[in-house]
DNA sequence: GATGAATGAGGCTTCATTCAT
DNA sequence: AATGAATGAAGCCTCATTCAT
């Protein structure tokens, strides 16, 4: 009878991947995250296959925790406005708080290993946040953009801002709000 | 006097090494590149002494062509729209006709494997263009925002632009000049 | 018409390879030994040939140069006893004083690169001292031994005695004159 | 509970290390260690981690098994002449019916890959024969001299006498024998 | 399922020697 | 002779994945 595969390791071997990619890039050794994990280097492969699955799966569940943490707590009937300013709030925050997810998430990002499908699958559960991204645009200068060119850019205005911040924490909260109204001066 | 070293070889491997790293990443082998470059492995080692200063000068020489594409038949006493649109045109055209220009240098900029001294050389080539979109966003909503911070977002805008228009090119014109206007909205 | 090859390159590849060799083992590059000597790499070569000959004639010379210290000023009509002593405090004296041309010799003397021409070279040049220690050991416990025996066992502690000097300076005249006293019970 | 590792393959390692750095100095390559082991080369760093650490635990062991095989059949309340030459007799022996491993320990001692800690761990298993040494010089020449040394000089001693004895085994005996009042006379 | 040893292809770099200039 | 670039074999070590226990 087989013993039943536990969850805690699963999360230990993400958040070691995610730690040890954000300080040594996806060249990061499977060993080396089951050590960090505190797992035996076996159990890598017995939960994940393959080292890029694991990536993948890494990928899929950070973009999964950011969308979830961007959608919460969001203002159902208010203005666009105020529901793009909290998502660029939530959003910034996220990768402020968190600099190994966002610089794990960079990397993955940019990674070939990352299949269509897990970009598919980050773009549904990133569904609800583009759809206020559509909103906010739909009387701008992009209102006729595909939408994904729109919401690439809006990650991309992100990214860059979380990592000034984190690079520069002194100016946080006037970076990031010069941000945001850059933002909405581009797309509404 | 001994031989002297070959510029042509230089070019070779940085070359070689451009294309594979936009193939497969920073992972690629140097006897790859060496392969690629037509020349004896050791070459590699004789011309650029690591693969980490290989990949630091391949990164420095990107954005030196880049940044003099952009500033290429600048219109020098243009009004600022003018020049601003001058270089984002450029910026996106070098990219979109380069892609594996671009998806290296995209690889490289976000690698810890480049040096502080790069980036600083890489912004001292990029200084004129700096100028520019500091002179646009002189009264818009970023005109407090830390310089850096703007170049960096247009940086960012920029690429995912190029990244929109190489994978659809179909849209290229429109994406191009929407992409420019939300720019201008942004910081103008 | 060719140049005459310079006294002076030769000696300075010596003196690097001595260097090199003393800090880094036998492993010691010719490229770096041509840089510390300030000659072309290739120099090494026309001066040497190859990387072993230059280890030989390192070692004659070394051993040459350790020979002649040994005999200068020896007294020539002095008993046994004081002859060997002047040979005893010569020896330990010249590598407590130089423990580059000492430590670079006790390598090169268990290589397997140095000849048995090299070797042979070597002992004609330090015949006048064996001859020394021979008359010293011609009624003692050694007398019928094999005189290169005798030889390389006091060659053996001369080493040792420096070696333990060049650690622990400190003691350095008691234990050079304890070692001879050994030395001199040992074989006379 | 995965695979042990095998006290064997360590050993088979160990063994062939010894006989080709008895052969090929330290230059000898890890890859030919595993092959002449018949062990595949990745197992070398599995059992050592690094070629410097397995040269250091090579030493050890050799040190270790030349220790312990002097102090065999040690006459514990002997006089100390009988003692010391028990011990020098042991000690050749080894070296003579072992020229490879006396070979490699010669090439181990000169080498500046052997750490502070290997040596310390070969002077422990070493005490018991250093204190026969001590009680053997408490009245001689060498009474006031540090210990450490006197040790060094038996050591350099017997390794001469082993090395001539193997390069000329017809006087084996003689030599030994020889070797033996000298050391007792420099000491006693 | 749990564990970590086993595996060998592949990676980066070094190096003695040669040779174009 | 002088110079240092050219060369490619060889060296040490890493690593994802498999599999014996």
Do not use: C
């Amino acid at each position: 009878m087989a013993r039943p595969r536990s969850e805690e390791k699963r999360d230990a071997i993400l958040t070691a991947a995610m730690e040890l990619i954000a300080e040594h890039g996806l060249g990061a050794a499977t060993a080396e995250i089951a050590k960090v994990a505190q797992v035996p280097h076996g159990s890598v492969f017995t939960y994940f296959g393959t080292k890029s699955a694991l990536l993948n799966e890494l990928y899929v569940e950070l973009k999964t925790e950011l969308s979830e943490s961007i959608l919460e707590a969001m203002p159902g009937d208010g203005d666009v406005r105020e529901q793009l300013h909290h998502l660029w709030g939530r959003w910034t925050d996220w990768g402020v708080s968190n600099p190994p997810k966002r610089r794990a998430l960079a990397q993955l990002g940019v990674s070939d290993q990352i299949t269509e499908t897990s970009r598919k699958a980050a773009a549904v559960v990133a569904g609800p946040a583009v759809e206020i991204v559509d909103r906010a645009r739909s009387s701008g200068a992009l209102r006729d953009a595909p939408l994904a060119y729109v919401g690439a850019l809006v990650e991309a205005m992100a990214g860059t801002t979380i990592d000034f911040i984190i690079q520069d924490p002194g100016n946080a909260e006037r970076v990031r709000d010069a941000g945001f109204e850059a933002l909405w001066q581009a797309i509404s």
